[in-house]
């Protein structure tokens, strides 16, 4: 066979070999018009975004220095999970919360989606690098995709261009991601909008760590670096190594006494992580820093304990709800600029607008590119738009969340969006309840994905859709690392439901920046200075318990939002048998003895 001439193909910046015949297998197979080794400068950011303008794909913003609005496909909104796979050699390897398809025949229908696929397209290769590049081992990856659109929302979201390539030296080891929009050109075909497919695969093969995207140019589905590798196939390496990798956003909390703490939180996708992670504490004296809103990959350090690093560069947060009461902090870092806006409503003045931000303008164009007007039955954004900003640019940062070193967790929170059963703030009793709390955890459905919302479903660790293997074996290598470490020093975890609400369906708790006084109350939990009450399901504090000083809300509502309420939780305990049952066979010993303790103990 001939080697085919592509512009560019030859041009490669790297001796790196598998890097490159990689390269040349996927340009052969894929057909684009040139191929472009993404550098990651502010010249290519310039070019592309020019392009995307051009295009009429990105509009540029008035109000906003280099920032972006685009309007997606109205069917490519949301990651897919109907359509992710786990392509393990084993089907019982992914297990049954995962879409699984053999290997090789999820590649031999792949490869001909892929065939010509980037016909009439340029084909970009973007080297990353997932957490800090001055790590002992830097976690490299290469996306090869045919959008623009992904590669501008990369230089915001992850370490890319020269600077990571200038660690591929000529054998790293790196994950290969290859995504395609699904969208060749014939020769003077107009290109649309948003280019996309409505077949779509989003596979992952866990033992060779590669991760192939097709027909979605949507975040989750098409940055690469972010769910699929960060989660679901560092997942896999983290059983394999021994460490976690985590849906969990992490912050700094400093006390009135000037003493730092770490955490860890998790939650479900569009339940206020972000929030959480930049928050402005109401209580006077405390401090919070942001190191990251989303994923959190944990090691154990010399010294025992865990130690967090956020692998992403930028936040990919939800845009409906956030505004300067809600989130000041994000506010402020999209207002600096050189942010994407996906989905949301653009102003008449060149400004994004999304419900939530007060009072809406009388006139806007929606995210589907229609006249809006506050009379209209539709809203203005979609409920999971997006803005994509760097982190660099947020205000409350912390200054180590750059380290490679990571910084020690404290405590862990799991939490879910539930209208019952599920009290305020519940502390386990010790690291494998605190598991037995995270793989039981449950949450009504958001509009992150697609599919019906406001349906409780399990949702173990906020990880549901990102365990990359079975996950009775993610239990199990939660379990495992709890009787490895020593217990003083894993962090304390707890269980919390900002979203508790009453007969009447109000909120019960008010939740975002007073969701500090959880947190110090946590924290003085871990300190032996705070009081609690044992229950059946673990210590919950009584609103006495609780710094309320200056709280807004009635002190009937926060002890409602504290209960422990048995008839609930037995209601609660087949719903937890029926969610074991469908795991199987591998769930941990000690999570179903975690289960009958529970049962003997709500009588
Ligand atoms: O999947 S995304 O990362 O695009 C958003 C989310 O669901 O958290
Ligand atoms: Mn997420």
Known sequence: ????????????PTNHARLLAWVQEVAELTCPDEVV??????????RLTQKLVDAGTFVPLKKKPNSFWAASDPSDVARVEERTYICSVREEDAGATNNWMDPSEMKAIMTELYRGCMRGRTMY?????????????????????????????????????TKALALFGEDADFVPALHSLGAPLEPGQEDVQWPCNETKYISHFPETREIWSFGSGYGGNA????????????????????????????LKLTSPENKAYYIAAAFPSACGKTNLAMLEPTIPGWKVETLGDDIAWMRFGEDGRLYAVNPENGFFGVAPGTDYHTNPNAMRTIAKGNSLFTNVALTDDGDVWWEGMGEPPAHL?????????????????????????????????????????GVPISAIFFGGRRATTIPLVTESRDWQHGTFMGATLSSETTAAAVGKTGVVRRDPMAMLPFIGYNAGD????????????????????????????????RFL????????RILKWAIERIEGKSAATETPIGY???????????????????????????????AEIPLVEEWFAKIGDKVPTTLRDQLETLKQRLG
């Not at 080794?37 to 310039?46: L, R, V």
């Not at 217990?487 to 009447?504: C, E, S, T």
């Open 1 to 12: 066979m001939t080697a085919v001439t592509i512009p560019g193909l030859e041009q490669a």
């Open 37 to 46: 080794w993404a550098d990651g400068s502010q010249g290519e950011w310039d």
């Open 540 to 570: 919950i504090p009584t609103a006495a318990d609780l710094d309320l000083e200056g709280l807004d809300a009635p002190v009937e509502d926060i002890e409602a939002a504290l209960e422990f309420n048995a008839d609930e939780w037995r």
């Open 474 to 505: 993610y239990f199990q290598h939660w379990v495992d690392l709890g009787k490895r470490a020593d217990a003083d020093k894993l962090p304390k975890i707890f269980y919390v439901n900002w979203f508790r609400r009453g007969d009447d369906k």
């Open 223 to 250: 940055l690469l670096g972010k769910k699929c590798y960060s989660l679901r196939i560092a997942s896999v390496m983290a059983r394999d190594e021994g460490w976690l990798a985590e849906h969990m956003l992490i």
């Open 125 to 161: 290769v973007i080297p990353f690098c997932m957490g800090p590049l001055d790590a002992e081992k830097p976690m490299l990856g290469v996306e090869i995709t045919d959008s623009e659109y992904v590669v501008v929302s990369m230089h915001i979201m992850t370490r890319m261009g």
């Open 365 to 405: 164009t929606s995210w589907k590119k229609q006249d809006w007007t506050p009379d209209s039955e539709e809203l203005s954004s979609h409920p999971n738009s997006r803005y994509c900003t760097p982190i660099e640019q947020c205000d409350i940062k912390a200054p180590e969340w750059d380290d490679p070193k």
């Open 509 to 516: 708790w008010p939740g975002f920046g007073e969701n500090s």
